[in-house]
């Protein structure tokens, strides 16, 4: 009796561990099938040739996952889903827009950020994350979030009398964008003016300065040719000599020269030419608001129009002065025309 009894535990134990062992199976099956379902759903069918700046090679890409490298790549995925969205499609447009009027000569666009928009490979963005304390479930809850902004703004593009527009953005503008044409050299672009807007201000990059002595600034103008020499006494006449019609600096005053300040952004890393001066005895102070050059989408902005109920569709609008979403066939996207 007891060996029968015990013949039917081990037979009911084994039992139980085969279905047990089934069931992991069939979960395992059902999340890999999910997971690919996914994949094929997500990829766009249109790739895209991204030249790698650090090692020349030339990578063929699905665009879909070069747009949520990009975005995943240029803004925080804790800001609101419109916000994204909103990012999504200006990230599309200003892909377009390079493959259509300003392409890579071997390819459709680079992974610079200085030269077109910031790219990391998810797997590395990833790491990343993970080393500034994100959970698992926050990251795989962000990339989820880009996707899906991916998905569901699948092939619209922002075009302006009915060509693709030069999308530009940047972080932070707190008050007002900039004009186009106060950054480079008086060219109207339509599309790109400067409008009203309105940032959360916690944003961490909000204000900032840059402390600077006096022979490093002298020095630096000087090696770059923007002045000749001058005396302590000129320097210390250091002043804003002109206004962009944003209420950003447009040049200041040094000693007879004039200087640029998006030059003076470039060559001491200022923030934004939102800023004033502060001369002090040794050092020059600029007390910076912002960040970026300020034209197009201001990302904060659009996160700050999202929490307050506006769609990614209205912040388009607000920051692209007279354009449309328009939406794109895969065959054009293919082909970077409109």
């Keep these: 009796m007891k060996l029968r009894l015990a013949f039917l535990y081990i037979i009911s134990a084994i039992l139980f561990c085969l279905i047990v062992v089934l069931a992991i199976g069939s979960k395992n099956n059902k999340e890999e099938k999910k997971e690919e379902e996914e994949k094929i759903e997500f990829e766009s069918g249109s790739t895209i040739e991204l030249l790698r700046s650090a090692t020349g090679q030339i990578e063929s890409l699905d665009l879909n996952y070069y747009l949520l490298c990009v975005v ?73 979030k880009i996707k899906k902004a991916i998905v569901e703004t699948q092939g619209k593009i922002i075009t302006y009398n009915g060509e693709i527009i030069d999308a530009l953005f940047h972080a932070s503008s707190p008050q007002k964008t900039e004009d186009a044409s106060a950054i480079w050299s008086g060219v109207d672009i339509p599309y790109l003016k400067s409008v009203e807007n309105v940032e959360d201000e916690d944003y961490e990059r909000r204000t900032s300065t840059n402390v600077i002595s006096y022979a490093t600034f002298k020095n630096t103008l000087i090696g770059n040719g923007y002045i000749d020499d ?109």
């Design 72 to 144: 995943a790549s240029e803004i925080p995925f804790s800001y609101e889903y419109e916000a994204i969205k909103a990012q999504v499609i200006v990230a599309r447009t200003y892909l377009f827009n390079k493959i259509k009027n300003n392409k890579e000569e071997l390819a459709d666009v680079c992974d610079s950020y200085t030269h077109c928009q910031a790219f990391t490979d998810i797997n590395k963005l990833e790491e990343i994350w993970k080393n500034k304390g994100f959970s698992e479930k926050e990251i795989k809850d962000g990339e989820d």
């Design 230 to 338: 001058l005396t302590l006494d000129e320097f210390k006449n250091i002043c804003i000599s002109e206004y962009t019609a944003s209420g950003r600096v447009k040049s200041i005053a040094v000693g007879l020269y004039r200087i640029k300040a998006e030059d003076l952004r470039s060559l001491f890393g200022l923030n934004s030419t939102n800023f004033t001066l502060n001369i002090e005895d040794e050092n020059i102070e600029f007390n910076v608001l912002g960040f970026g050059h300020g034209v197009g989408l201001s990302q904060v902005g659009a996160n700050t129009y999202a929490r307050a109920g506006k769609s990614c569709d209205e912040i388009i609008h607000h920051y692209y002065t007279d354009v449309e979403i328009k939406d794109i066939d895969s065959e054009q996207m293919k082909r970077g025309k409109i």
